[in-house]
């Protein structure tokens, strides 16, 4: 599915990144442990987590993955925007829990 | 040997938000230079692990990066409290961090496992008082 695709199914806020919005994501994980993405995630795309910090975005940035969704209406701080949009990184807000959000970009094809 | 590119960071300790300027800049370079994405990452992942490690528990020092043609030397030296066990630092799920840390998203114990499994060597030089010194080295 496209990024697009994920906006909608969560019916997310896109904090920055529109311009990216048709890239194509095929697996997710969703942690707020960065420490364990660091560890345990190989090739997925997009993560999903409850955590705001600046290094949410690095850690996205080492893993090359292409879009965060925070969960539960988080929402960041600008610094933190501005960062993943030097990045290319695209930014999603979801009033949805991350179990639920997980669940329905499973459900929806998006692989683990 | 051959050529060698040097890049020599100043990590600082006082800024959690800034943890991983270093390894950006390096991937970036990498990147510039035709090194395959799957080598890149290998060495952005095992930097940043060391770089957030120096933040944390040693109030930060100094990263330096050699990259040759065939592979990188990166040295990872602080002046920190040192690791008085490096047998149980190395063990999967230890960690000295402080719950704050845990709070930052950090601190489950992966830190220097997963530096050992991305690279093709590591060295760790510690004293207790004195400081640590990681030494990595990842082939492309």
Redo the contacts between chains.
């Keep these: 599915m496209t990024i697009r695709e994920v906006v909608k199914l969560l019916d997310a806020e896109i904090l920055c990144g529109e311009e990216h919005l048709d890239t194509e994501i095929h697996t997710a994980c969703g942690s707020d442990m960065m420490s364990d993405v660091l560890a345990y995630v190989k090739d997925q795309s997009v993560l999903l987590t409850g955590l705001l910090n600046p290094q949410v975005v690095r850690t996205a940035e080492m893993m090359d993955m292409l879009c965060i969704v925070f969960v539960r209406g988080k929402r960041p701080e600008q610094p933190v925007i501005d960062l993943a949009e030097s990045k290319g990184i695209v930014l999603l807000s979801t009033e949805k829990r991350l179990f639920v959000a997980c669940g329905i970009l499973y459900t929806n094809g998006l692989g683990g | 040997m051959g050529e060698c590119i040097r890049l020599e960071y100043d990590v600082d300790g006082e800024n959690?938000?800034?943890?991983?300027h270093a390894?950006?800049s390096v991937?970036r370079t990498l990147k510039q230079m035709g090194v395959s994405?799957a080598s890149v990452?290998r060495v952005?992942?095992a930097m940043?692990?060391g770089e957030?490690n120096m933040v944390i528990h040693a109030h930060g020092g100094r990263a330096i990066a050699e990259i040759y043609p065939d592979r990188i030397d990166i040295y990872l030296r602080d002046t920190g409290p040192g690791i008085a066990d490096v047998d149980l630092a190395m063990r999967?799920g230890y960690s000295t961090a402080t719950e704050n840390i845990r709070s930052?998203?950090?601190?489950?114990?992966?830190?220097l496992?997963?530096m050992k499994?991305y690279s093709d060597e590591m060295k760790i030089d510690t004293a207790v008082g004195v400081g640590t010194t990681v030494f990595l080295r990842i082939r492309f």
């Design positions: 959690f938000a800034s943890a991983g390894s950006e991937k994405p990452r952005a992942i940043y692990e957030i999967a930052l998203g950090f601190g489950a114990g992966m830190g496992p997963n499994k």
